[in-house]
């Protein structure tokens, strides 16, 4: 699972892989799913001329059904091959290469704040009163991301890449909580009063790869090495040559408190 927080010097948690494999980002990382759009159109999130601020926007996986569904954008990414495709892809954004961390966001300017698969790269100690300062009272910070392996659905394939992962010598220390664990991120999220939980959901899905698609969807994640990423591709062929993969996608909303 892609799951991993930033460490200094260890290549498993290196924040700008991403860009590295920007390519095969923009071409393989899956959109989210239907009931996310849907869920964040019922809160009233998804309204025409809304401007939003999206924190790691990477190629636009998540920017572009906001850009869609007619909010301004400005999108705020780090990685610079990542930006450039994202400009090129929506030059309707406005994009910021830079971090979160380092932004420079006007006060007040903003009805939604976005981290789609992204808030655990941010340091929320430095993000948060950042996003209370830039958006206008009342507004949310929708925050969510997919864990590419639902721990409820045994697969052949999910037997095999869990053999591989089991092979690692050890885990790189995980400041944050574990992708799926809502209440810790909610936790992380309210810390200091500046946001209030609004709504938590959960959304399971799935979807059909083939080997290559396994192999450039794979070469995105930032803690799988390229044996690891050969490894899984082949499982793929062994498997047939394509797999049912089941996906969790966890949202949680909070909304900016007005006080302090
Ligand atoms: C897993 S990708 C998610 C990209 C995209 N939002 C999506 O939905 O697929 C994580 C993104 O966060 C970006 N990122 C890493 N550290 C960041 C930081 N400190 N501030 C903002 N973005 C950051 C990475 O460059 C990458 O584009």
Known sequence: ????????GNPMVDPMHFDRWAGAYERFRPPY???????????????????????????GQATAA???????????????????RLRARLPQVTVLTGTAEEAELP???????????????????????KLHRALVPGSSFAVWRTAFGDPTVRT??????????????????????????????VRELTAGGLFAEVSTDTFRWSIVLG?????????T??????????EATQAVRD????????????????ERAAFP
């Open 1 to 8: 699972m892609e799951n991993l927080p930033m460490e200094a």
């Open 33 to 59: 799913p239907d009931a996310l759009w849907e869920r964040l159109r019922d809160l009233g999130l998804m309204m025409p001329g809304k401007r939003a601020v999206e924190l790691g926007a990477g190629s």
């Open 66 to 84: 906001l850009v869609e569904a007619g909010l301004s954008v400005t999108a705020v990414e780090p990685g610079p091959n990542l930006a450039g």
């Open 107 to 129: 006060e007040a300017g903003f009805d939604l704040a976005v981290a789609a698969t992204s808030v655990h790269w941010l340091n929320l100690e430095i993000v948060l009163p």
């Open 156 to 185: 052949r394939f999910r037997e095999r890449t869990g053999q591989i992962v089991g092979r690692r010598r050890a885990a790189p220390a995980r400041p944050g909580p574990d992708e799926l664990d809502t209440a810790g991120w």
């Open 211 to 219: 080997a290559d698609e396994v192999h450039g969807l794979f070469s």
């Open 221 to 230: 994640f930032s803690n799988w090495s390229a044996a690891e990423v050969e």
């Open 239 to 254: 498997l047939g040559g394509s797999v049912t993969e089941h996906y969790v996608t966890p949202l949680i909303v909070v």
